[in-house]
């Protein structure tokens, strides 16, 4: 039987998110004030599975994806509700699909303020802070450390040099959803003693710029791998999204011109998400909320 919920006068049903048209979730997000192009939305329902709620005319008055990642784990993310339909049941009801769709995998987000109380009802706990920074890039980039190795283009054909490196980062295997994403990314790497230490990515995205997944093992090399992206795009408006609260890095990102904008809140349900080690890489930026 289809799922419906009244909303206000609006009686929704659920639908497959890949069966409406782009425009309508990029009005969607635009409604949220999110940045999302229609290609960024396209990025998405490529990389992973969702629903939305519409309306008898194919209105869409929400949204809720997931993105499987390795064999039992997903995260969950563009989880949205229109503001005229917001407060009424609407979040809660997308979420529970969503929970039911992701069966007994282990899972995480990326909470909004607006979005964690309900998180929180539906068992998800806090692990850490997600500082968004954004801006224009600086036409003088601060100065470097001394870099330790050798820093290299990486085709997005030779990505099995980066995707072990990843999974020790992010404790999953996100070869997949690596793959979507370098295909129109320009992807750094950073060797020492002929290994790969480190990589980062840069994309297009919303406004103008995101700088990840940066993947390094100290805040010395994630400088050099953001650096080498942010030096080929001053005055452009970029974006990093990173769990670095002060330090080393987040001291760079400052003096590059981008300032924190908004802070998440990483949440999982299941087994533990986050997982640092000094003898693993870190992810220093996220490849984006919803997809970590
Ligand atoms: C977060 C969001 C999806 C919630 O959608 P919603 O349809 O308003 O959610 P619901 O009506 O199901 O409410 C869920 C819970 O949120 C809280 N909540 C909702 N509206 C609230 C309000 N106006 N004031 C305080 N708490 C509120 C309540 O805890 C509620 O729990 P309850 O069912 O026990 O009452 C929606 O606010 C939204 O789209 N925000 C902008 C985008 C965003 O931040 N998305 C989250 C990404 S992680």
Redesign the pocket.
């Known amino acids: 039987m289809q799922k419906s919920v009244r909303l206000k006068s609006f009686e929704l049903v659920a639908g497959d998110i890949r069966d409406v048209d782009v425009e309508l979730l990029h009005a969607l997000s635009i409604s ?1 004030r ?1 940045p999302h192009r229609p290609k960024d939305w396209e990025l998405f329902r490529r990389a992973g599975h969702g629903i939305v709620a519409v309306d008898g005319i194919g209105r869409v008055f ?1 949204s809720a994806m997931w993105f499987p990642q390795g064999d039992n784990f997903a995260t969950v ?1 563009l ?3 229109t503001p005229r ?9 997308l979420m529970d699909q969503i929970l039911e769709q992701c069966g007994n995998r282990n899972l995480a ?4 303020h ?2 964690y ?2 998180y929180v ?1 539906l068992g998800f706990t806090s692990e850490a802070i997600v500082y968004m920074r954004q801006g224009e890039v600086q036409q003088t980039l601060p100065a470097l450390p001394t870099l330790g190795g050798e820093l290299n283009e990486l085709p997005s054909d030779r990505l099995t040099e980066i995707t072990a490196l990843d999974e020790r980062a992010v404790g999953t295997n996100r070869a997949r959803l690596l793959a979507l994403l370098a295909k129109d990314a320009s992807i750094a790497t950073l060797s020492r003693g002929g290994e790969v230490v480190g990589y980062s990515m840069r994309r297009e995205f919303g406004r103008g710029f995101v700088i990840g997944p940066i993947v390094a093992q100290n805040a010395w090399d994630a400088v050099h791998l953001t650096a080498v992206h942010l030096k080929n795009l001053e005055g452009r408006f970029t974006r990093v999204d990173t769990r670095e609260r002060d330090g080393v890095f987040a001291e760079f990102l400052q003096r590059s011109g981008l300032g924190v904008a908004e802070t ?1 809140t990483t949440m999982s349900k299941g087994r533990r998400f986050l997982n640092r080690e000094d003898k693993n890489p870190w992810v220093y930026g996220l490849a984006g909320h919803a997809l970590n």
Request: glycine residues 20%; charged residues 5%.
């Open positions: 949220v999110w929400g993310g989880v949205i509700t339909a917001q407060a009424q049941g609407g979040g809660r009801w987000l990326n909470a909004t607006a979005a109380p309900l009802s998440v």
